[in-house]
């Protein structure tokens, strides 16, 4: 599959538990992002990395924990998750972070469930 | 920061007609408007953009317009489709200042065969 990745595709899991989403991207991209999108609040963005650096935390409680390794790889750690973090979570890259105006491409993204 | 309403919430029409979806925006420097079309299960995709230069642009069945006085922007789409039934976002940036983009909730259309 080419373009953004994102894997698992489906999580169920406990709210003790530890996981972690991860997300690739194939188009040589600097710029990547997370999303949540819940059925209350469509298109949340959650964090932004460049080159790297994040760039955006937007007030994301701090069991959510990104990290970006490399320009092509994002993670987002899990870990003690509430029923409410539910959510499709999407991930997105674009070439270059330039005021964000740059084409975003997302990833299928990875549907969770807290159980 | 900015604020993007999109009108309506769902619309539903007869396939072969048009339809038109609002979005209006609080930060008159935003300067960068795209349209993201998500089918039930998949990913979001761009379908078109405008930026702050031009007041319309089109593509096909598709065409947007940009009243930036008004700071409100509008989706078309002509002789509708049943493929063309999906959750269609817009949203909101500027090109100064690492700003986000900023998207609208998001409008449920259905085309009825």
């Known amino acids: 599959e080419t373009g953004v990745t994102q894997t698992p595709r489906h999580l169920v899991m406990g709210m003790t538990n530890k996981k972690s989403l991860k997300c690739e991207q194939h188009?040589?991209?600097?710029?990547m992002y997370w999303y949540k999108q819940s059925a209350k609040k469509p298109l949340e963005l959650m964090f932004v990395?460049?080159?790297?650096?994040?760039?955006e935390n937007n007030s994301v409680p701090s069991r959510f924990s990104p990290e970006c390794p490399n320009s092509s790889h994002l993670f987002l750690h899990l870990h003690t998750l509430q029923p409410e973090d539910s959510a499709l979570y999407l991930c997105?890259?674009?070439?270059?972070?330039?005021?964000?105006?740059?084409?975003?491409?997302f990833g299928p993204g990875t549907r969770l469930t807290v159980l | 920061g900015e604020n993007v309403e999109q009108h309506p919430s769902t619309l539903s029409v007869q396939e072969g007609d048009s339809a038109v979806i609002k979005c209006t925006y609080s930060d008159s420097a935003s300067n960068y408007f795209p349209w993201y079309k998500q089918e039930l299960g998949k990913r979001p995709q761009l379908i078109i953009d405008?930026?702050?230069?031009?007041g319309e642009k089109k593509d096909q069945r598709i065409a947007v317009t940009l009243n930036k006085t008004a700071k409100h922007f509008s989706l078309h789409i002509t002789e509708t489709q049943p493929e063309d039934s999906a959750v269609y976002f817009c949203?909101?940036?500027?090109?100064?200042?690492?700003?986000?983009?900023?998207f609208g909730k998001g409008t449920r259309l259905s085309v009825i065969a």
């Open positions: 188009l040589g991209h600097n710029a």
């Open positions: 997105a890259s674009s070439a270059n972070i330039a005021g964000f105006t740059d084409t975003q491409y």
């Open positions: 949203a909101a940036s500027k090109s100064t200042g690492n700003t986000p983009l900023v």
């Open positions: 405008i930026r702050s230069n031009v």
């Open positions: 990395y460049s080159l790297e650096e994040r760039v």
